[in-house]
């Protein structure tokens, strides 16, 4: 079964800080794809990145970066100098390679104290 | 990236009204989904439909209904809200991508 875990439901840091929310997930398929998303008090959901079960090469962009590795099966996401604007719910999920079918963690809730 | 529309953006309606919430994307995407949220909670799917005359129930039991009449368009409908109904509706589209409207807030009184 498909199944997408972020343990941290909550976490608070203080502004300018490192953060990592971490996601494992459970597939039994040999493709798929995995996805952050971020959501801010306005509801929105906001799609960050994408990465497919081929490509283990960690990305960066600007102070946000993704950490995947298959053997642990994890997707993990890093906020460098956190700020204030990074406060939101943030979303992990695992899809089918189709796309048909997408797998949400239950999200981290994220604070950043200024 | 989609754009996707969802009107309206907030509602307050009364119990036992009939409801619609509109979704719309301009993107050709024949995968499109609803999912029903409570502020950020967990998303559940209600409804998704992957092209014209598709539609399909998701993995909450929900009283809405669905239509995909045009490719663009892929409205939800409650019948008779009731209290209970009372959430964030979020519709998305895409292929291999979810890409998510600004979602719709409603309180059914």
């Known amino acids: 079964a498909q199944k997408v875990t972020q343990a941290q439901t909550e976490i608070s840091v203080v502004e300018k800080e490192d953060v990592t929310l971490d996601c494992v997930y459970e597939?039994?398929?040999?493709?798929?794809?995995l996805f952050w998303y971020k959501q801010p008090p306005s509801g929105e959901l906001v799609f960050l990145i994408r990465r497919n079960s081929f490509d283990e090469q960690n990305e960066i962009s600007g102070r946000y970066s993704w950490n995947f590795q298959k053997s642990t099966s994890s997707f993990n996401f890093t906020i460098t100098a956190s700020q204030v604007v990074d406060s939101a719910v943030y979303f992990c999920?695992?899809?089918?390679?189709?796309?048909?079918?997408?797998?949400f963690g239950t999200g981290t809730s994220l604070t950043v104290i200024p | 990236e989609a754009d996707i529309y969802q009107t309206p953006r907030y509602l307050v309606i009364g119990t036992g009204k009939k409801i619609t919430l509109e979704c719309s994307q301009t993107?050709?995407?024949?995968?499109m989904y609803w999912y029903q949220q409570d502020p950020g909670m967990e998303l559940h799917l209600i409804h998704y439909s992957y092209g014209v005359n598709s539609t399909e129930k998701g993995d909450l039991s929900s009283e809405s209904t669905v239509s995909r009449i045009r490719t663009e368009h892929f409205p939800l409908t409650l019948e008779s809200a009731r209290p209970s109904h009372t959430s964030q509706y979020l519709c998305?589209?895409?292929?291999?991508?979810?890409?998510f409207g600004p979602g719709t807030r409603l309180l059914v009184l």
């Open positions: 999920a695992l899809s089918e390679w189709d796309g048909n079918q997408f797998y």
């Open positions: 597939t039994r398929d040999t493709t798929y794809y």
């Open positions: 998305a589209s895409g292929q291999e991508t979810q890409y």
């Open positions: 993107m050709g995407h024949d995968k």
